[in-house]
């Protein structure tokens, strides 16, 4: 998975990273500072400035994204 790189190279830059995996929390990120598993996407996308998706599970195809609750109105974007 690219997040395996991705989320730590982002987190050693000084970025708050929080994500959701449909399998679980990853041990590879457990000793990341600034990096937190939330437990459905949902949680995952409140307060954030930038959305990134970079997945081809499912359950992550079928989000409206207009419907999620977040809080910050001035979200930078959804990446895909």
Request: aromatic share 12%.
């Amino acid at each position: 998975s690219t997040s395996l790189t991705m989320i730590p190279y982002l987190c050693k830059r000084g970025a708050k990273v929080s994500y959701y995996d449909p399998t679980g929390e990853k041990k590879e990120f457990l000793n990341l500072k600034n990096c937190i598993f939330e437990k459905n996407i949902k949680d995952n996308c409140k307060n954030a400035d930038l959305i990134v998706l970079h997945t081809e599970w499912d359950e992550f195809k079928i989000i409206d994204f207009k419907k999620i609750n977040i809080s910050v109105p001035s979200t930078i974007g959804v990446l895909y």
